[in-house]
């Protein structure tokens, strides 16, 4: 049996970013993931300048010999509309393929880790979890998205009444035939909301790779939204008129309809297993950092791992995201009052898709970047 600080049961960005910070501090961490890396990880990639302060990377040295597209524009508009474009004039955010992004963050992990590894069991023993027979700890972090077993060992998961999010989307290399018939622009991703409010879908060019999706608040006819919005982006010549592969689905939780608990004795969930994913956008790249970031001061500060000891997470998660029974009300949608036609006029404001919904609820400008702490 090998004994550790800390098993961090996820290597996402949440779990390689808390299992750095830990073992910058001395710790002696695991990180445990089923799945082999680089991975094959479904979701649109865009991070934004907080992001990277946060995670300490130069842009410049990332982008050698990885994706990393440049984001100074967005085309924004609700679907059967025009979209309305607003030039930012600088870069606002990048686009980055999930398959290097999470790779990079784990590489600079020296922490031990157990890849293409399930979570079979998890058992309390003498104050420790066991995992597997294998490996213990005193404190278990999940930090393995949506379906989570840590989560799952709080209660949480599919058929708990939640509301999840559900996205189906695609990522592909474009042929130069493809590449030279597709008019979206990698600097200018294009976000087309539903005209019920209840999701959008993307259109996101990354060098000659293509990210098209589409999520949505509930799974029904999630298949009709997303055919019917392709179809609506080939005959615009968007996109290309073939396009390879399925489209392959995923599910999270949003911040305001997440109901999990953050924490028990000697158990934390961060990123996706807590249901941090921003209200209005969706985004779950920043929030997940972040709460890796905030979990590590919390475990290093902490004078043991009882539930009131880490509470302290779950009161630092609700400083910097505001409080879940105050956000209830504020669906991923547009607001309850941003109803049509008020929304339909307001998707062809330029001052609206600027200020509110790419500035705020997209790139969250009005919140400075998280550091580490100390």
């Known amino acids: ?9 996820g290597a996402g960005p949440a779990g390689s970013t808390l299992a750095r910070s830990l073992e ?46 440049p984001i100074r524009r967005f085309r924004i508009g609700m679907m059967g509309q025009p979209a309305v474009e607003n ?35 998890i058992v ?18 999940g ?14 998961g599919p058929g708990k009444h939640e509301t999840v999010v559900a996205a189906k989307e695609v990522e592909f290399e474009m042929t130069q035939e493809q590449a030279d018939a597709c008019e979206a622009r990698g600097d200018a991703p294009e976000l087309w909301f539903c005209r019920d409010l209840k999701g959008y879908a993307w259109v996101f060019r990354k ?23 392709v179809d609506d982006m080939k005959h615009d010549g968007r996109i290309p008129a073939d396009l390879p592969g399925r489209f392959k689905g995923h599910a999270y939780l949003l911040y305001a309809h997440a109901d999990r608990p953050l924490v028990d004795d000697g158990v934390l969930l961060i990123g996706d297993a807590a249901g941090l994913a921003y209200t209005q ?6 929030p997940a950092i972040e709460s890796a970031l905030m979990a590590a001061e919390v475990i290093l500060n902490a004078t043991d791992f009882s539930a009131a000891a880490l509470q302290r997470y779950g009161e630092r998660i609700a400083e910097r995201f505001g409080n879940r029974a105050s956000e ?4 991923w949608q547009l607001p309850e009052w941003l109803k049509q036609p008020v929304a339909s006029t307001l998707m062809r404001s330029h001052w609206f898709t600027r200020k509110v919904v790419t500035e705020k609820w997209f790139l969250h400008q009005d919140v400075p970047p998280l550091k580490a702490a100390g």
């Open 281 to 286: 956008s969706g985004e779950g790249i920043r």
């Open 328 to 331: 209830q009300a504020a669906g």
């Open 124 to 141: 309390r023993n003498n104050g420790n979890w066991v995992i597997n027979e294998q490996w213990q700890a005193p404190l278990l972090i």
């Open 1 to 9: 049996m090998e004994y550790y600080d800390a098993i961090i049961v």
């Open 87 to 121: 030039d930012h004039h600088s870069i606002v955010s990048y686009g980055i393929r999930r398959c290097e992004f999470d790779a990079f963050l784990l590489d600079r992990v020296n922490a031990p880790k157990q890849l293409a590894t399930p979570v079979k069991s």
């Open 24 to 69: 910058e501090a001395g710790k002696n961490v695991l990180v445990i993931d089923k799945a082999r890396f680089p991975r094959d990880k479904t979701c649109a990639g865009w991070v934004t300048p907080a992001v990277m302060e946060s995670l300490e990377i130069d842009p410049t040295d990332y982008a050698n010999g990885r994706t990393l597209q």
């Open 207 to 229: 060098g000659n790779f293509l990210n098209i999706g589409l999520g949505r608040e509930d799974n029904h006819r999630l298949t009709d939204h997303l055919e019917a919005f």
């Open 143 to 156: 930090a393995g998205g949506h379906f989570c077993p840590v989560a799952r060992l709080l209660g949480n």
